[in-house]
């Protein structure tokens, strides 16, 4: 068994198997990057080069439809990838095969208000109190009772929030760009005035988070305006120039919304080290058809997630193993030379970090960089799943 999990280790992370030393990840966070990116699987056509099919699949319950990606062995041990926004269980096509070949169970669902989950009109149905009971009652609903975790965006907020409210649930969790700040505290406390300065920019980059709050309607309607422009604006990698300088959500509200004067996005070239033109095809589609009222939505609770994150178990104490992968070039989320991550690190027992060079797309802009720390983790923490 070890040689044929080596063997596919190998081939699955491009030529370099993962190992087993705790070492490998310093708990400051060692650089984990590799400038070339994965195969590319055809998820539209559910098919992969791992040879395990993706099938889609839908879960129904009284309160929520989960529709999701499946790919591995049925009895195998599971991971569950949660997006963020405006993304779709898509967004972890790189990783679905990948982890799959390397002996795992892997589900990436479409999340409430995304591509064929349930939508709902009602921007206080899209609280972190419901989404994690969503996932919830998507682990019952596939027969297990703990899952590995990983989350992006926002997707890791809803990660951050099974580990401190539901930790029975969890055999280890991981987040990518955005850290723990426990028990409902304001990432405002933690913005870099040495970049945002208190006068200029009082809320920092999280300025964008109030434009939502005032004009909700409107920045909803200036995405839809031109959806495929807005899939090409967002979905681009990580610019070093931007370091040190002010991110462009931190003055949406003075630009008059992300579009200023347009009120639509420019028809930028499609950067292709992030999306293949099927992928923006299948973005584009899937926010056609349910627009961004949903996942604009997530923005609108931050009084109810505060009140839900003050719940947490053991205080917000986290002692699974946890790892957090910094995107060294995320400038909204930007955890490297800020004070962010400070609170996981105070919060958290069991913590590896890592560094990958891009921006916040780093899955789809580097995924062979993010697979290699997640498989690295998981045999280095979780040994009986990785050999399972």
């Known amino acids: 068994m070890e040689l044929s999990r080596r063997t596919v280790c190998a081939a699955a992370l491009g030529g370099a198997a993962a190992t087993t030393s705790g070492a490998l990840f310093a708990s400051a966070g060692v650089t984990a990057a590799t400038p070339k990116r994965a195969t590319a699987y055809s998820v539209g056509g559910r098919s992969s080069a791992s040879g395990f099919p993706i099938t889609e699949h839908v879960l129904k319950t009284d309160r929520h439809t989960s529709f999701y990606l499946a790919c591995g062995d049925v009895n195998a041990p599971m991971i569950i990838f949660v997006h963020g926004w405006p993304e779709l269980s898509h967004s972890w096509r790189h990783q679905l095969p990948v982890f799959a070949a390397l002996g ?209 178990v053991h205080s917000g104490r986290l002692t699974m193993p946890v790892l957090f992968l910094h995107a060294k070039y995320d400038y909204v989320c930007q955890t490297v030379t800020s004070e962010l991550a400070s609170p996981m690190r105070a919060y958290c027992s069991d913590l590896t970090e890592g560094v990958v060079e891009t921006g916040h797309w780093m899955a789809q802009e580097n995924p062979v960089a993010v697979n290699k720390a997640l498989a690295a983790w998981i045999s280095a923490k979780l040994p009986s799943l990785w050999w399972a």
């Open 104 to 312: 795992f169970r892997v589900i990436a669902p479409d999340m409430r208000g995304y591509g064929r989950s349930s939508v709902y009109s009602v921007t206080s149905d899209y609280t972190l109190e419901a989404i994690t009971a969503d996932m919830r009652e998507l682990l019952a609903g596939l027969g297990r009772k703990k899952a590995i975790w990983v989350g992006h965006d926002w997707g890791s907020p809803v990660v951050w929030s099974i580990a401190s409210h539901h930790p029975e649930l969890c055999e280890g969790v991981a987040n990518l760009c955005v850290p723990y700040v426990p028990n409902g505290e304001s990432f405002i406390s933690y913005v870099d005035r040495s970049v945002y300065p208190a006068d200029k920019y009082p809320v920092g980059q999280w300025d964008y988070w109030y434009y939502y709050a005032e004009n909700f309607v409107k920045a909803h309607t200036e995405f839809e305006a031109n959806v495929a422009g807005t899939v090409k604006l967002l979905f681009r990698k990580g610019n070093p120039d931007g370091v040190g300088k002010p991110a462009f959500t931190a003055s949406i509200r003075a630009n008059g919304g992300w579009f200023g004067d347009a009120h639509a996005a420019p028809d930028l070239p499609r950067d292709a080290d992030v999306l293949t033109e099927t992928d923006l095809d299948t973005y584009t589609a899937a926010l056609t058809r349910n627009g961004f009222a949903g996942p604009d939505s997530w923005y609108m609770n931050p009084a109810a997630n505060a009140a839900y994150g003050a719940t947490s």
